[in-house]
């Protein structure tokens, strides 16, 4: 496992409305404090994307996405299992104190809990959620490699050493409360 670089120094530069690049399952990520909305609208225009689309958060456990979520009923949440840790990414609904830049014009916000070891590390050592989104530009090839992210954002993005998974596309996105798949 690819050790994580200065944890206090990251968690630093996420505070600051920091954007980080890191590997995830099937490709380098670009992520950010969830709270930050300066540190989202850079992702946003880094990757070219319309904030009406939402974002994915990703975290280690279902816990650092409860502050962006409505309560879960027991039913709901016992299906949980079924999809993490792994590569599906649920749509839940939002509270109403979950941020529009987080979830766009939705009513409900993309979360997963990473199967991905390095990222999953990274969220528990870091105690919280963050905003997941392919590294790339929109409509372009995600990248693969840490420096193949440093090649596109330079300085723009702190890229973090890692390796992705063996997964080849994308996370599928499922809402588990209407069975209905948006993405596979």
Excluded at 113 to 137: I, Y
Excluded at 152 to 170: C, D, H, N, Q, T
Excluded at 171 to 181: A, G, Y
Aim: include cysteine.
């Amino acid at each position: 496992m690819t050790p994580l670089p200065n944890l206090a120094a990251v968690r630093r530069h996420l505070q600051r409305g920091g954007v980080i690049a890191y590997a995830t399952e099937s490709c380098f990520g670009l992520g950010c404090d969830p709270r930050s909305r300066k540190a989202v609208k850079k992702i946003l225009r880094l990757k070219g994307r319309p904030q009406a689309k939402g974002l994915i958060l990703i975290g280690s456990d279902f816990a650092q996405f409860r502050r962006y979520l409505a309560p879960v009923d027991a039913a709901l949440a016992a299906q949980f299992n079924n999809y993490w840790p792994g590569p599906t990414t649920l749509l839940l609904p939002t509270a109403k104190r979950c941020p529009k830049w987080l979830s766009g014009h939705h009513a409900k916000l993309a979360v997963r809990v990473t199967a991905h070891a390095e990222t999953a590390r990274l969220c528990r050592q870091l105690g919280m959620a963050l905003v997941s989104t392919s590294a790339n530009r929109a409509g372009k090839q995600a990248l693969k490699t840490a420096e193949a992210c440093r090649r596109a954002f330079g300085s723009a993005v702190w890229v973090l050493p890692g390796r992705i998974g063996k997964r080849r596309r994308p996370s599928t996105i499922v809402d588990p409360i209407t069975k209905k798949v948006f993405r596979s």
